[in-house]
């Protein structure tokens, strides 16, 4: 111990009065005070504020998406034609993300977000979402005028639809006879020749929409009545004859898993290119209801990198660029005159792409209600009976 | 100086304390907190303005009990698969094996830890997939006849959770092994005990730490675990894991999923005392029907 040492080991940044003043235990018990303030403070209310726009992209764009849903080849092209860092995250639900950019205020770092429809009121209300410049994204004419005035935001004051697509569900003609057209022709080869090898969708919307199909009731009910007669008939008469739940079962059709799978259309074309086998594989899009999903580009509230976002959401209603997103996930987008790029791109399986039009015609898009809760409680019972 | 050099060994600690502090303290008393919380609406995951217990009552009535018997069957299983594959495998490895070979082995041993535990999982659902490598070894040599039926069932839960935490039972029974005298089982062979009788009354009872270390390490992660299921369980073998991470994921309600969460860890402690408790009783027992009286009377 030749060494001298100060006498408090504890080394500060305060003013030199104060710091022979600060114990070892003050320290631990400040950081301690800290510690739970920032926690707790997830919980308050304020919100960070939205960089605005000054014509020059940031070196930098942080985006916030479902799973391998962008086609790397476009975020690798506007990476390079505008140097801008790309970085892409993904997330499972809109549940999910909505909890995570919620619970920072706005903090997130995230600047675009990909939110389904439906949930975007909700977001504007709860001050998650910043109005989109349309002056920064002229490709906006470029938009087919349906998706120009969705109900949930008309105008597309903070969104600008991404893609949409459908449920349905995909089947195993080796193991099944016949030709299934509907919900209820679902209901009875799950208790019949598919018992026991059948996969749900892993969300609560969309498993009590299979009931709520067959009986031809709206989807969307919020009637207590229709929602008990959906739990009774959906924990006894469906979840026995239920193998999974899974939200993207592409591999259990590669590999012949299961031979009645409800599932989304385009995931279903995904699957089927990449089985050895894809003739023994149906997609019925159901009568007489599914839903019809959109998902949006949005701004988040507090996004850093403003300009880079928006040229990012510009540069995706480009035709060429959005053709190429079809592409990657298989899922039409609102850009107008896609199916006849998709024609001229030679695209295979263009009916699991760009549903028919008649079907379009009798689809229900999904609102978030008041039965949400309910929903995800009978989700969790069946899940608690199947198999 | 004493004092001094205490002071010293107080601040060494001090990086564990503040960890402790931040990241286990801090946040186990968050949870505990909002589980007396509620979810006010839909878009707010918890509000804490109202306190009560009533979390714990649909804890207790939903579908958190029989998924909690369900994931303690496949623990408890795993847990002595795990200790009934290691045993013998880390007794070779720590006295039979040439001293040169083991760091090889133990090497061995943990290459799977090299790999992403998910991306593990799911290889071993592509392997026991009905048109996977399992699938077609067993038709081939004549086992099987037809596809293999296992993935999405709990057999396979539980091959899973074997897998997984294999490792982790392994690394503490070879730490006790290697530290046993050879003297001992030499001393007892001497005296006339045969194989058996050695393994089990000198060097079992002298592996015991390691033994208990080995179960918890796999019993307590196992009982929380949902990856294993999500990937490999499908809706017969599902874990009590995975409804508290839905309910702080898809259904967004953390005072129900806080509630869980502090209930599955006291159960989980339960179990753990009721085990220990158990052991010990046993224990006692046959002490006390081996008592041996040496004839040397005072």
Redesign the interface.
């Known amino acids: 111990m030749s060494r001298r040492r100060a006498p408090d080991p504890v080394r500060v940044l305060a003013p030199r009065a104060e710091a022979g003043r600060i114990s070892r235990r003050a320290l631990l018990g400040g950081f301690a005070v800290i510690g739970t303030a920032s926690l707790l403070g997830c919980g308050s209310r304020s919100i960070a504020s939205t960089a605005s726009t000054d014509g020059a992209l940031e070196g930098r764009l942080n985006v916030y998406s479902w799973g391998d849903y962008e086609n790397p080849d476009n975020i690798r092209a506007f990476r390079e034609d505008n140097d801008v860092t790309v970085q892409v995250d993904s997330f499972a639900s809109n549940e999910e993300m909505i909890a995570k950019i919620g619970a920072s205020r706005g903090t997130s770092g995230y600047d675009v977000l990909v939110p389904s429809g439906q949930f975007v009121p909700m977001m504007v209300a709860n001050d998650l979402l910043s109005k989109l410049d349309h002056s920064l994204i002229p490709n906006l004419a470029n938009l087919e005028p349906a998706f120009t005035a969705q109900p949930w935001d008309p105008g597309n004051v903070h969104t600008v639809p991404k893609s949409w697509g459908t449920t349905g569900f995909a089947y195993d003609q080796t193991l099944i006879d016949g030709r299934p057209t509907s919900w209820q022709d679902f209901l009875d080869l799950a208790a019949g020749q598919a018992s026991g090898s059948v996969s749900l969708l892993d969300d609560a919307w969309e498993v009590a929409s299979i009931y709520f199909g067959a009986k031809g009731i709206d989807p969307n009910t919020t009637d207590p009545a229709d929602l008990d007669a959906a739990e009774a008939y959906l924990t006894e008469q469906l979840a026995p004859h239920v193998r999974n739940f899974n939200s993207a079962p592409t591999q259990s059709v590669i590999q012949n898993e299961m031979a009645l799978l409800q599932m989304y259309n385009g995931d279903a074309r995904l699957a089927f290119s990449e089985s050895d086998d894809a003739d023994r594989w149906r997609f019925v899009y159901p009568t007489p209801t599914a839903n019809l999903w959109v998902d949006t580009w949005a701004l988040a509230r507090g996004a850093q990198h403003v300009d880079s976002a928006h040229a990012f959401i510009d540069f995706m209603l480009d035709p060429e660029v959005a053709i190429g997103e079809v592409d990657w996930n298989g899922y039409p987008t609102g850009v107008a005159g896609q199916r006849a790029l998709a024609e001229e791109w030679e695209l295979d399986m263009l009916d699991l792409i760009f549903p028919p039009e008649k079907v379009v015609a009798r689809l229900t898009p999904a609102e978030l209600t008041d039965a949400q809760d309910r929903l995800t409680s009978i989700l969790e019972q069946v899940q608690a009976k199947a198999g | 100086m004493a004092r001094r050099t205490q002071r010293t060994t107080?601040?060494l600690s001090?990086p564990v304390?503040?960890w402790l502090?931040?990241f286990v303290f801090?946040?186990l008393?968050?949870v505990v907190w909002y589980s007396f919380g509620y979810?006010p609406d839909?878009?707010t995951?918890?509000s804490t303005d109202q306190l009560s217990f009533d979390r714990y009552g649909e804890v207790l009535d939903?579908?958190f009990m029989?998924?909690f018997w369900a994931t303690l069957r496949i623990a408890l299983t795993g847990t002595l698969l795990c200790l009934l594959v290691a045993v013998p495998f880390a007794y070779w490895m720590a006295v039979k094996v040439d001293p040169r070979w083991r760091p090889l082995l133990l090497a061995l041993v943990l290459v799977p830890f090299w790999t992403n535990f998910l991306v593990r999982t799911i290889g071993w659902?592509?392997i026991l997939?009905?048109?996977?490598m399992a699938s077609d070894v067993l038709n081939a040599i004549g086992i099987l006849d037809g596809?293999l039926d296992i993935?999405?069932?709990r057999g396979a839960v539980q091959l899973g959770v074997v897998y997984n935490y294999l490792p982790l039972m392994i690394l503490p029974l070879y730490v006790v092994f290697e530290r046993l005298d050879p003297s001992q089982r030499e001393a007892s062979r001497d005296l006339g005990a045969g194989r058996w009788r050695t393994f089990f009354s000198v060097t079992v009872p002298d592996a015991l730490p390691g033994i208990a270390s080995g179960c918890l390490l796999v019993f307590i992660p196992l009982m929380g675990d949902y990856l294993t299921a999500s990937v490999l369980g499908?809706?017969?073998?599902?874990m009590v894991g995975q409804?508290v991470a839905?309910q702080?994921?898809?259904?967004?309600?953390w005072a129900l999923g806080a509630a869980m969460a502090v209930t599955l860890m006291a159960f989980v402690l339960l179990t753990v005392l009721i085990v220990a408790a158990l052991f010990l009783l046993v224990r006692a027992v046959v002490r006390r029907a081996r008592h041996l009286d040496l004839g040397v009377s005072p």
Do not use: C, D, E, H
Request: cysteine-free.
């Open positions: 107080a601040s001090f304390w503040a502090v931040f801090t946040p008393a968050l979810k839909l878009f995951a918890v939903g579908v029989p998924m659902q592509v997939a009905p048109s996977g596809p993935l999405y069932t499908g809706a017969r073998g599902t409804i839905r702080f994921t898809s259904a967004q309600n």
